[in-house]
């Protein structure tokens, strides 16, 4: 088989803060691991601090792990400092706010063309290739946007314009963060039909960081649920969102609306305000029902439970 685009091996992240009177550390992703093919859709979900950002930001370079590795078509980030240098032709990421990641003092055909100047195209053709890059995500005529500035386009219109940026380097892979969640439902719901289609036609790999299950079960092929910094499961999101093994998918998918559950499948959690446990043990045993005195002082292990399924649970294996 082949190896594929992209493997996160163990990946782990601590920060460091510091007080006035001493230095403290806290673990926002730990013993991460995840494959990522070409032309496939990873979705990494979970509530506010479970990591999902942090995972973004680690793949893309801008902050660096703390622990494991990741590598890229064969070639591990940690090793390779050519590879560091020319990881922006390779991974790409969509921020969430495009109204913030737009430098409002340039025009669209500047702030598309600059990446494209940094890599060095020929003058003659940068204008050619940023009007291609508009017509690509639907910005047309391109003409009537090259020359404009931020302000005046919507905030859809914007998050296109983020989008073109993105593939003027032609990457291989695009890190998505919440790339809807400051948009209207139907703007949404376009972003994503078109990061779909050119998932397809550029043959990329995506990887989708959401709070919104709903959103995961629209475009991935896989889904991984976070909490507190560690995967909990993995799995194809059909399989998954239909039979959760984990308590906290559970949670999760119960929490959302849905006129159709019948009352008795209702999921009750022991601290619904959201304890993250401490120690040795599992981190969501403060809010599990199933909890144990194992799953309290017990580590927990990563179990194969199906052909692609993974969950971290001591009521498996």
Same mark, same amino acid.
């Given at each position: 088989?082949?190896?594929?685009?992209?493997?996160?091996?163990?990946?782990?992240?601590?920060?460091?803060?510091?007080?006035?009177?001493?230095?403290?550390?806290?673990?926002?992703?730990?013993?991460?691991?995840?494959?990522?093919?070409?032309?496939?859709?990873?979705?990494?979900?979970?509530?506010?601090?479970s990591?999902?950002?942090?995972?973004?930001?680690?793949?893309?370079?801008?902050?660096?792990?703390?622990?494991?590795?990741?590598?890229?078509?064969?070639?591990?980030?940690?090793?390779?400092?050519? $590879?560091?240098?020319?990881?922006?032709?390779?991974?790409?990421?969509?921020?969430? %706010?495009?109204?913030?990641?737009?430098?409002?003092?340039?025009?669209?055909?500047?702030?598309?063309?600059?990446?494209?100047?940094?890599?060095?195209?020929?003058?003659?053709?940068?204008?050619?290739?940023?009007?291609?890059?508009?017509?690509?995500?639907?910005?047309?005529?391109?003409?009537?946007?090259?020359?404009?500035?931020?302000?005046?386009?919507?905030?859809?219109?914007?998050?296109?314009?983020?989008?073109?940026?993105?593939?003027?380097?032609?990457?291989?892979?695009?890190?998505?963060?919440?790339?809807?969640?400051?948009?209207?439902?139907?703007?949404?719901?376009?972003?994503?039909?078109?990061?779909?289609?050119?998932k %397809?036609?550029?043959?990329?790999?995506?990887?989708?960081?959401?709070?919104? $299950?709903?959103?995961?079960?629209?475009?991935? %092929?896989?889904?991984?649920?976070?909490?507190?910094?560690?995967?909990?499961?993995?799995?194809?999101?059909?399989?998954?969102?239909?039979?959760?093994?984990?308590?906290?998918?559970?949670? $999760?998918?119960?929490?959302?609306?849905d006129?159709?559950?019948?009352?008795?499948?209702?999921?009750e959690?022991?601290?619904?305000?959201?304890?993250?446990?401490?120690?040795t043990?599992?981190?969501?045993?403060?809010?599990?029902?199933?909890?144990?005195?194992?799953?309290?002082?017990?580590?927990?292990?990563?179990?194969?439970?199906? %052909?692609?399924?993974?969950?971290?649970?001591h $009521?498996?294996?």
């Amino acid at each position: 088989m082949s190896k594929p685009l992209l493997h996160v091996n163990e990946l782990g992240k601590v920060f460091s803060t510091r007080s006035m009177f001493r230095k403290k550390q806290f673990r926002a992703v730990h013993d991460v691991n995840f494959t990522l093919e070409a032309g496939e859709v990873l979705a990494i979900v979970g509530e506010s601090g479970s990591g999902k950002s942090t995972i973004a930001r680690m793949l893309t370079n801008l902050i660096p792990a703390t622990s494991g590795d990741i590598v890229y078509n064969g070639e591990s980030l940690r090793a390779s400092r050519q $590879l560091r240098r020319k990881l922006p032709t390779f991974v790409q990421m969509i921020f969430q %706010d495009p109204f913030a990641a737009l430098n409002p003092h340039h025009t669209i055909g500047y702030i598309i063309g600059r990446p494209l100047q940094v890599q060095h195209i020929a003058e003659g053709d940068l204008q050619q290739r940023v009007l291609e890059l508009l017509q690509k995500v639907g910005l047309t005529p391109a003409e009537d946007f090259i020359d404009k500035y931020p302000y005046q386009l919507s905030g859809g219109q914007k998050q296109r314009v983020v989008i073109a940026k993105v593939l003027g380097l032609a990457p291989k892979v695009i890190v998505a963060d919440e790339p809807t969640s400051m948009l209207d439902v139907s703007i949404g719901v376009d972003i994503m039909n078109l990061l779909l289609d050119l998932k %397809d036609k550029e043959n990329l790999a995506l990887i989708l960081i959401t709070h919104n $299950l709903g959103s995961a079960r629209y475009m991935a %092929d896989r889904i991984m649920v976070m909490y507190a910094g560690q995967m909990m499961e993995c799995g194809p999101a059909e399989e998954l969102i239909h039979n959760p093994q984990h308590p906290y998918t559970k949670l $999760l998918l119960y929490s959302s609306p849905d006129p159709w559950r019948e009352q008795s499948e209702a999921f009750e959690v022991i601290d619904p305000q959201g304890k993250v446990a401490s120690g040795t043990g599992c981190s969501f045993h403060h809010r599990c029902p199933y909890a144990t005195d194992t799953c309290r002082t017990k580590p927990v292990k990563i179990v194969q439970i199906a %052909d692609g399924h993974q969950v971290r649970c001591h $009521l498996f294996g």
